[in-house]
């Protein structure tokens, strides 16, 4: 459990922020890096059709500050010449690696060759890393999953196919595209690759505590761990596991802590986008963050009723408040009124990317 390098560029600690649609925009990964422990930030997944369209939210969505390097961007797509395009984009505006999106189930996605449809369609995968490897200077890395169906699972097949067209990282989410984020991922497959390949190796899905993630370096000698949703539900997840790394005391927030964050992610998402746009994103990270916490529920419900930035601030406030004086948290109504927001599906949730 050591630092790795794709190329020349060092991932420390071997910690990656898993790229999620929607969700790891500028303002979240910065939010999470400024927490501590995240050795590679990634961008959300970005349509190469819109790229190279010009469309604007595609091009927003490349924005990153000098504090998230070393940065990835993710990039998705089916036709060769657009996703060449799209990565050359990506090189010029200074990202330090080019990363290809081989795993979203998202039917929306994978319709137009791109995503997890690249599984079923070897030639087509070949052809593009070939295409991008020519084209650009910084390295190339791939996100897999285990396999297109669930009796068809080829991500060994894949990562060799990947390596031998010049990839330099390999990420593996152990789930099938049939199988969507249902069911447990699959880590063996992780140590199968690492087998297989020469470069560096890291494995996705499930790890939402510092046990796991330590029990699955332990089980398959994978270089790397990426967290997603796990991070959502507690942004010092990166920062515990590297204090475990290090044998320091491992980090635990205080309700205090957990308000501020809440208000530091609110102020940094009302800077970069309008205000019915950072409500909804901040909808989405209080309804993750605050479940298992007392009074959680109650909580999500007033803030999924919230419609403007003073009502969500004094939501905040009133249930932190509650909390850190131990008293019961009702919202604005009776306990037997909750209704929780919807929950979020990572991929298939953001597809308007595409």
């Not at 790891?24 to 819109?50: A, H, N, P, Y």
């Not at 990839?167 to 140590?191: C, F, M, N, P, S």
């Not at 297989?196 to 996705?204: A, I, K, N």
């Not at 991070?231 to 980090?251: S, T």
Request: with cysteine; charged share 25%; proline share 5%.
């Amino acid at each position: 459990m050591k630092p790795f390098k794709i190329r020349d560029i060092e991932i420390n600690p071997p910690l990656i922020l898993s790229p999620m649609a929607g969700v790891t925009d500028i303002s979240f990964r910065r939010l999470l890096k400024r927490r501590g422990g995240i050795g590679l930030t990634v961008s959300e997944f970005i349509s190469v059709e819109g790229l190279t369209r010009n469309n604007p939210k595609s091009k927003r969505q490349m924005r990153f500050f000098e504090e998230e390097r070393p940065f990835a961007v993710q990039i998705f797509g089916g036709q060769s010449e657009r996703m060449r395009m799209a990565a050359e984009m990506a090189e010029e505006v200074g990202a330090d690696i080019l990363d290809v999106n081989c795993g979203c189930p998202a039917p929306k996605v994978v319709k137009h060759g791109g995503g997890s449809g690249l599984l079923r369609d070897y030639s087509r995968l070949e052809e593009i890393l070939r295409e991008i490897k020519k084209a650009i200077s910084i390295p190339l890395t791939i996100k897999i999953r285990a396999g297109y169906y669930d009796h068809t699972i080829n991500a060994v097949e894949t990562a060799k196919l990947a390596e031998s067209c010049g990839v330099e990282h390999i990420a593996l989410h152990g789930r099938t595209k049939e199988q969507g984020y249902k069911g447990l991922a699959d880590w063996d497959l992780v140590r199968q690759i690492k087998e297989v390949v020469s470069v560096p190796v890291s494995g996705s899905g499930d790890v939402t505590s510092v046990e796991q993630a330590f029990a699955r370096w332990q089980e398959t000698g994978c270089d790397g761990i990426l967290i997603g949703r796990g991070a959502m539900a507690n942004p010092w997840i990166f920062r515990q596991i590297e204090d475990a790394l290090h044998g320091r005391e491992i980090f635990q927030p205080t309700i205090e802590d957990k308000r501020a964050v809440l208000l530091e992610y609110f102020e940094m998402l009302l800077e970069d986008m309008p205000e019915l746009a950072a409500i909804g994103r901040m909808k989405q990270l209080a309804g993750q963050f605050t479940k298992g916490l007392q009074g959680g529920a109650l909580f999500r419900t007033t803030i999924y009723h919230s419609h403007s930035v003073t009502e969500v601030l004094d939501r905040i406030s009133e249930y932190f408040e509650a909390v850190a004086a131990g008293r019961p948290y009702y919202g604005e109504g009776k306990p037997e009124e909750v209704e929780e927001a919807p929950a979020l599906d990572s991929c298939e949730a953001a597809t308007v990317n595409s």
